[in-house]
Each structure stands twice: as C-alpha cells, then as structure tokens.
C-alpha cells in the first residue's frame, strides 16, 4: 500500500512544466498560420503551370493537324466540290420505287465500286423483297454530307439522311440514317464510293 500513494507526486509535479511550456506552443501557432498562404499560392502555382502545359500541348496537336496533308483543313473549296459531286448521286440511290426498283440500282452501280458494290448489293436484296410485298416509295434527303479527310485522291465522309418511306396509298413514316463513305476519285475525275457501312 506504500508503493501506490508514493508514485503519484512525481507525475503531478512535473504537470506545472509541462501547462507552463503550452504558451510557447501557442504562440508559434501564429507563424504557422501565417506560412498557410505561401504554401497556398505555391500550390496554385502548381495547378497553373500544369494547365498551361496542357494547352501547349493542345495547341501542338492543332498545329501539327493543321501541318498534315489533310485538305479538308486548308482546302474548303475542294472540300466542298467533293460533296457536291456526291449529294445528288447518293440522294438518288438511296432513294428508291417498288415500281421501279431497277432505276436505283442501275443509279448505284455509276456511284459505287470496289467493296461498297457488295455492301450495296447485299443490303438492296433485303429491299427489294420487302419494298415490293409492301409497296414502298422512299424518298430520301442528304441532310449534311461532311469529309472528315481529303488526301488527294482519297476521302472519308460521314452523311446524315432523312427517309420518308410511304407504304401503300396511306401509311407514311419517316427515319433518320448515319453513314459512314469512302470515296475515291477515278483517272477521269469522278468520285466513287468505295466502301458503305451504316453507323
């Protein structure tokens, strides 16, 4: 029983020395808080220098976009010869009669070449079973006709087309399609496509 009530004095006392070194703590709060701000805008600094690094390398991508013999970029007029040559010959072929189905497909057979015949082939011998069972007219519209890349004599389009589609004398519906072209321009000028796929 003598050991326990002896014990405790020594840590009581030292308790005053330690309350007593608090003020100093306390007073060298004031410095740290005053460094917050420093370490605050080194931080922003960071942040910023960051950003910046990303936008030089933003601008060095356009740049170099801009360098490349992409003509779309440099060329509009040539850009927009090569929609115009295209929007009527695939308006019409996209456009198609049950009683006259063979006018679309002779259409297609001047625009498309290569892969894209197939592809069409394959796609026109699911219509015309159905166009004729169901007697449909089809009228098509090329909403926007845009080429992603132009280089010489090679081009990759993306085309958006409205279709009215009539079936019989009464029923009428419409539909919106996403096309994804590639064109090539023949040694005698005129552009065909050369592969079809639906987006």
Not at 64 to 86: I, Q
Not at 184 to 199: F, N
Request: hydrophobic letters at 40%; proline letters at 5%; a positive charge.
């Amino acid at each position: 029983m003598t050991g326990w009530p002896i014990t405790l004095p020594g840590p009581v006392r030292a308790l005053p020395g330690r309350m007593r070194a608090l003020p100093g703590r306390v007073r060298s709060l004031p410095g740290k808080l005053r460094a917050l701000p420093a370490e605050q805008v080194q931080r922003r600094c960071a942040v910023l220098a960051i950003i910046a690094a990303v936008l030089a390398a933003a601008l060095g991508v356009t740049g170099a976009l801009l360098r490349s013999d992409n003509e779309t970029l440099v060329d509009a007029g040539k850009t927009s010869e090569l929609t115009d040559r295209l929007r009527g010959p695939l308006t019409q072929v996209l456009s198609y009669d049950y009683a006259d189905l063979d006018n679309a497909h002779k259409a297609a057979r001047g625009l498309f070449t290569g892969a894209a015949v197939r592809q069409y082939d394959a796609l026109f011998g699911r219509i015309r079973d159905t166009a004729q069972s169901k007697r449909l007219i089809v009228t098509t519209i090329v909403r926007n006709l845009g080429v992603v890349s132009l280089h010489g004599d090679r081009a990759e389009l993306l085309a958006l087309v409205d279709q009215q589609i009539m079936s019989g004398s009464t029923q009428q519906r419409s539909g919106t399609a996403q096309l994804r072209l590639s064109a090539q321009r023949d040694p005698g000028g005129s552009w065909k496509i050369t592969e079809l796929g639906v987006l």
